[in-house]
């Protein structure tokens, strides 16, 4: 009679366990289940791929940061900054040859002059 009453106890505890794994995997794979899934997997997926741009914007960023520190010294552009202009440059006169004021013999007056559109000199 023990006998009897273990073994049926025995295939009452596997059939409930047995039912309950079924019923649960059988829940998984409810369309709404699913959709709750692939949301959650894909939420988790756009948080890693978000954190992995943002690392790459920072480590491009102090990477662009150090190379233009790096040219930035090989052009001596750190140096100080000498706030005073340049005198200003005259402008090269460009004559025409085809022109008839165009003279051949001795070499003429300078083909350099100072900027045309100054009013202040004379001409």
Do not use: C
């Not at 750190?78 to 004559?95: H, N, Q, S």
């Not at 025409?96 to 003279?103: I, P, Q, T």
């Amino acid at each position: 009679m023990f006998r009897r009453t273990f073994w049926f106890t025995t295939g009452v505890a596997a059939g409930v366990w047995a039912t309950t794994k079924v019923n649960r995997k059988l829940k998984q794979l409810t369309p709404e289940s699913l959709a709750v899934t692939a949301a959650n997997k894909a939420i988790d997926a756009g948080g890693r791929l978000k954190d992995r741009a943002v690392d790459f914007a920072l480590e491009v960023r102090d990477n662009m940061a150090r190379r233009e520190a790096e040219l930035g010294d090989a052009l001596g552009l750190g140096a100080p900054v000498d706030r005073e202009l340049p005198p200003p440059r005259g402008y090269a006169v460009i004559e025409n040859r085809n022109s008839s004021k165009y003279v051949e013999g001795p070499a003429r007056a300078s083909t350099y002059t100072t900027n045309p559109y100054n009013r202040n000199e004379d001409h």
